[in-house]
């Protein structure tokens, strides 16, 4: 048995995959590595896949699977998974070594001690292209450090902070208890990786360190504003899969309710932010039938999320409603660090 499994979706990543996979070997025997080859066929990717596995055969195992896109090579690294817990590291990204060995630290300590832990929160960094300060997304207004808590200790978390797949590590079984099954072929679907579980979480840490590296910055990065308007139909996808998981009656916790009404909130600003700067009509009936279908489905979420400040703005005509968009356009950048 593992301690930490951790899935590499790799899809044409031979310029960057080597520093992510290397980033990870100071967690030794402990940790297992996943390098999943989503189908690459452009460059050496399922060899050099293929390569960290010969040459480290007790902590690294290449997957190699037909095109599925980054929510079926998550799925594929789960399938696999021998850890006790289990953490996503995209390709183009990286982890900070003493912030790792401070991860497998407390990890080690719950799995010998006599708590079980769900679900273990870290700060992330956005290495964005060109930048020259980092910003790191931290949690400490909103969990108490270095204790377990459950969701009614939670402190309240900001407008525009969120606990993402790059700062959360999960338990795996609990991934497997909730049914977890990302859908093929679809971006941005690390929201539903990192919300669907939420309800099943009883027992939280946050470990106050800078973890997890998100690149940003490239042209074709799916973050991308331009990119992200040529998916808005992905990005209303996962929007409305993740209204599906949205389940009152298994949401015990007042907080917890809240927060993943936020959380809902800013996935319907950025899908609304996106049809209004496409600027084209389509997409604003797109955006039109998204709002459609929360009403249909829940009309008390609809009322909180249509009535909401950031809500609001995505649908109220003139100057007063533009200013509105743009507010929650901002906070649709921090989010998801596009530009």
């Known amino acids: 048995m593992k301690l930490l499994s951790v899935a590499i979706p790799c899809y044409n990543s031979e310029e960057y995959m080597r520093h992510c996979i290397d980033s990870l070997l100071p967690g030794g025997e402990e940790v297992e590595i996943l390098i999943v080859d989503d189908g690459s066929v452009k460059d050496r990717t399922a060899q050099i896949a293929d390569e960290y596995e ?33 953490k996503v590291v995209d390709s183009d990204d990286w982890v900070d070594e003493e912030s790792y060995m401070e ?45 377990v808590v459950g969701w009614d200790d939670v402190k309240m978390f900001m407008l525009g902070q969120y606990i993402l797949m790059h700062s959360v590590v999960y338990r795996t079984e609990l991934l497997h208890q909730c049914g977890l099954n990302l859908p093929k072929h679809t971006f941005y679907v690390d929201n539903i990786f990192v919300f669907q579980p939420l309800p099943y979480v009883k027992t939280m840490y946050y470990l106050d360190v800078n973890f997890y590296r998100y690149f940003i910055g490239r042209e074709d990065q799916s973050v991308n504003e331009q990119v992200m ?10 929007t409305k899969l993740m209204i599906d998981y949205y389940n009152e009656g298994k949401i ?14 800013i996935m319907m600003v950025i899908s609304s932010i996106l049809a209004i700067r496409s600027g084209t009509d389509e997409n604003m009936k797109k955006k039109k039938e998204l709002w459609q279908y929360v009403k249909k489905k829940n009309v008390l979420l609809f009322l909180r999320l249509r009535f909401g400040f950031l809500g609001q703005g995505m649908n109220l005509p003139g100057k007063s409603g533009r200013q509105v968009s743009i507010a929650g356009y901002k906070i649709s950048q921090k989010f998801f660090g596009f530009n």
């Open 103 to 147: 991860v497998l630290r407390t990890l080690r300590r719950f799995v010998y001690g006599n708590q079980t832990l769900d679900m273990l929160v870290c700060n992330f960094v956005y290495e964005k292209q060109g930048a020259k300060r980092k910003k790191v997304m931290n949690y400490r207004t909103a969990l108490p450090k270095d204790q």
């Open 252 to 265: 015990q916790s007042w907080k917890l309710r809240h927060y993943m009404i936020r959380y809902l909130e």
């Open 54 to 86: 010969k040459n480290y055969p007790e902590i690294c195992r290449a997957i190699h699977q037909e095109n599925g896109g980054h929510g079926e090579a998550v799925n594929a690294g789960l399938r696999e998974a021998k850890g006790i817990y289990f």
């Open 229 to 238: 308007i040529g998916r808005i139909d992905q990005q209303i996808q996962v």
